[in-house]
């Protein structure tokens, strides 16, 4: 054989295994985080679980598709099957999984003083929310004293982000395109919660001016919502924390009272983990 053509066809050779080799690990990247978004759908259904078409639609994935990364986290007891409703929910393993770090973390250290120093000035319901990828989780909640507690969300309650006073300020505190970028991303999700993009955004932009997002309707008819964010030494909003209140208790004037409060103690909690 001419050496030439010899030489022509082990660069081809080489040409396709390099393809493969860089092809192989982007798919595997892609099935990975494709797990992960059914994992944090199905997160947010708590005990309850969810319909595989409520993952297929928040997902954007296809039933195929859902259908095999479901299978295979059952297969390794990550996800389990609800066998009178048909719904999925997260298995017993992934508790199991979360004994290795039985520690809080840094923000849960630091902001524990602030919350009660927060709870005990207001009085009513406070909680702490940490943003995890596109979603809010509820990590701490403080019940107040006053006779009438708004008990909305219940720690580890997972939200997309938007869909509460939490969620839009920490959207607030993101540079607009990466807000704006994350609020598309979930508009297939606001569906089940009664809000659109156009309000998501509007209430972001209040939030921006305000310096603080606020909720006019809570999650439950009849409340109101006030949240401060959190940032990171890096400048990065990775918390809220969140007063909810009977709308009477939360008046123009008291508002802004308790705005102060929670923006002071998010400050307190910032410089402590800086």
Request: include cysteine; glycine fraction near 8%; charged fraction near 25%.
């Amino acid at each position: 054989m001419n050496c030439g053509v010899l030489v022509h066809i082990m660069d081809k050779r080489r040409s396709a295994k390099s393809v493969r080799s860089a092809v192989e690990p982007r798919q595997g990247a892609q099935a990975i985080r494709r797990a992960l978004a059914v994992l944090r759908i199905l997160a947010a259904g708590r005990e309850e679980g969810v319909p595989l078409a409520e993952v297929i639609r928040a997902t954007a994935l296809t039933r195929p598709t859902v259908h095999r990364i479901v299978h295979v986290l059952i297969e390794e007891g990550i996800v389990e099957r609800h066998g009178r409703s048909g719904r999925y929910a997260i298995g017993n393993q992934v508790p199991e999984l979360a004994l290795a770090r039985p520690r809080p973390s840094r923000l849960l250290v630091a902001a524990n003083p602030s919350l009660q120093r927060a709870s005990a000035e207001i009085g009513d319901t406070l909680f702490l929310t940490v943003r995890t990828g596109n979603d809010t989780l509820c990590v701490d909640r403080r019940i107040g004293v006053y006779p009438i507690q708004v008990l909305s969300i219940e720690v580890g309650a997972r939200r997309p982000l938007g869909v509460s006073s939490a969620g839009v300020a920490i959207l607030a505190a993101m540079p607009a395109q990466e807000a704006r970028k994350i609020v598309a991303a979930n508009e297939k999700r606001f569906e089940a919660y009664r809000t659109d993009v156009a309000t998501v955004l509007g209430e972001v932009t209040a939030a921006r001016r305000l310096g603080y997002g606020m909720r006019e309707i809570g999650l439950v008819q009849g409340t109101k919502s006030i949240s401060t964010w959190i940032k990171t030494p890096d400048g990065q909003p990775a918390a809220a924390m969140t007063v909810s209140a009977v709308r009477t208790r939360l008046g123009p004037r008291r508002e802004q009272e308790v705005a102060e409060i929670l923006l002071r103690e998010a400050r307190i909690i910032e410089q402590a983990i800086g």
